[in-house]
Structures are given as C-alpha cells and as structure tokens.
C-alpha cells in the first residue's frame, strides 16, 4: 500500500468511537466511524490482516472482533467481555486473543475461531507483587519474536512480566520478571529488529530501558537506560508511545506533557537521544509509521487531531507536522 491508498483506523477516547478514515498523499478524511464501539483505546490485526480487535477502555472492559474485509466498510462481528477492568493493550498471540488491563492488573485470553471471531474468556491472571503491597495496573502485552513467551508491561509493579500461554487451554502462567527502579512506571515495550533485546518505556519516569531478550531462558536482563526528553522538558511529561522504524534503526517516542515525538538512534548499548520534534498537537499518545514508511503518524488525544510527520529515515530525523484529519479524543492510529 501507498500513500495513494491509505486507510487508517483511529481509536478514541471521548469520541466517536472508532473511526475510519482514508486519504492519499498523506492527508486523511472520515468516512466512517463505529460508536458501537465505545473508548476503543487499543487496536490489533489478525494474522491475516481480516480482523480488527478493538479495546473498550471501560469498569467492565470489553474486546470487540470487527470484520475488515472492505477496509473502509468495517462491520462489528461480536464482543466479549475482556476479563477485567480498563483494558489499554490487546494483542494476537497465536491463536488466542490476550488483554492488559490497567485498572485491576489483569492478563486475560481469549480463544479466537478460524473465521476471527472472539469465544469465551480462557483466563484472568491478576498480577501480584506481595512485596510492595503497590497496586497493579498491567498496560501491554507483546508476543515474543520467538512466539514462545508473552511479555506484559505492569505499569503499577514496575515490572516487565514474562508469562506462558498454554496454546490449547488459553491458560496464563508467569515464568519469570523484570524489575524495574521503584517509580519507573513502565508503559510499553518493543523488542529490537533482531529480537535480541527490548527497549521498555517509562511513563512516571521519562526514561528508556534497555534489557537484553533470553528466547530459549525467556529471561530479560536490563543494561541501561537514556532519559527521552530534551533540554528544558517540563516535568512531568508522561511518556506514552514507542515505535520503531522501519528500517529498524531509531526508535520514536511520543512525550505527552511535551507534546513532542523524541527519536532515539538504536545503538550496541544504550540507544542515543537524536531529535525532539514537536507533534502539531496536543498530548500525543500513539503513534505509527504509514504504510510507505515515510511519514510517522501522531494522535493526539486533547487536541483531537492525527498528524503527520514526515521521515528522513537516512537522516533519522522528523520534518514539520501536519494535520493529517481531525478526530475527537483521537488516542491510536493504525493502517490497513
């Protein structure tokens, strides 16, 4: 896909629930929305790339499978109840479909069918940390490269979980875990090109941790870490977003309280504070590369707008923003 033909799917938080919209050369208009789904603060594809998963970031959190087929024709299929309160993240990890929630720190599966519909809970696994006594608020979860692990970001334990996913039952188990300096606050994760290492975001603390990646131990072990904030950056800034290029050199960052995107060049230890671009908008939280991989996209939730940045990736540098279309409490962006 290019630009030419672009079709992006916008979660929202206080929208309109989720919306579509389509352009070329970059730019977007609306040409649909779904209020059926309500807060649909996370998006996923199926492995195929007909299914759409959608959180609704709600007390009784729910998971909806939403029929992509005609990108711009979305159709609901089914909703279940996503096992817990507040979901933020969902993910597919095989054949199942795997939930974080924030409000109660729950990991939650749920099988998913041939044709991509979402069946029954499997398992609601509460993360724990009886040492502290601090409350957890799980925010992500990431399939490993190797397929083998799942690994969830606990905001409130500030601690990176590595769990088992029983591929028959559905079934949740921790293996092992990260732990990282008390207030850290992890948020996201992302694993390096090669799978050898994650970088894990903080969100209380502006800082990027570096962990080298055991597939065969499915253990994490940190390294170091970068602030990812530039000179004079208000305090606090709650980081929210990371991505990686698509060449896989350089990592961005979206800083809400900055209202920047922070790029980082991937390095052999710590990676290395490059840019700070501001995102044309206010309080960004997600953030994607189009299709063509020449513009990153930002949505920024408070100023209702997904804009647009575009990409030197021999440089590794952002040009200027520009709105890309207006969307009310945009908070996620992802392309067909």
Known sequence: ??????????????????????GEDGALTVVGALPELPEPSALAFSADGKTLYATAELPDGRVSAVDITDPRQPAVWGSQPSGGAGPTHLAVFGDYLVTAHYTDGVVASHPLAGDGSIGPLACALLHEDPTTGAAPHAHQVVPDP???????????????????????????TEHSRLRLPEGTGPRHLVFDPDGS????????????????????????????????TGPGAPVPTYPAEIAVSPDGRFLCVTTRGEDAVAVLRIEPGAPQLV??????????????????????????QNSGAVTRL???????RLGPAAVAVTVRGACWVAFA
């Open 1 to 22: 896909m290019t630009t030419a033909d672009l079709t992006a799917y916008i979660g929202t938080l206080g929208g309109d629930g989720l919306v579509v919209a389509g």
């Open 146 to 172: 190797s397929g083998r692990w799942l690994l969830a970001v606990d905001l409130g334990l500030d601690t990176v979980f590595v769990h088992r996913l029983d591929q028959v039952t559905g079934q949740i």
């Open 197 to 228: 290492r994650v970088h894990v975001l903080g969100e209380l603390k502006p800082t990027l941790t570096t962990a080298t990646w055991d597939a065969d131990a499915g253990t994490l072990a940190a390294t170091g870490n970068v602030v990812v």
């Open 275 to 300: 840019q700070t671009s501001p995102t044309g908008g206010a309080w960004p939280r997600h953030c994607a590369f189009g299709p063509d991989g020449t513009s990153l996209y930002v949505a920024n």
């Open 310 to 316: 575009p990409w030197d990736p021999a440089a590794g």
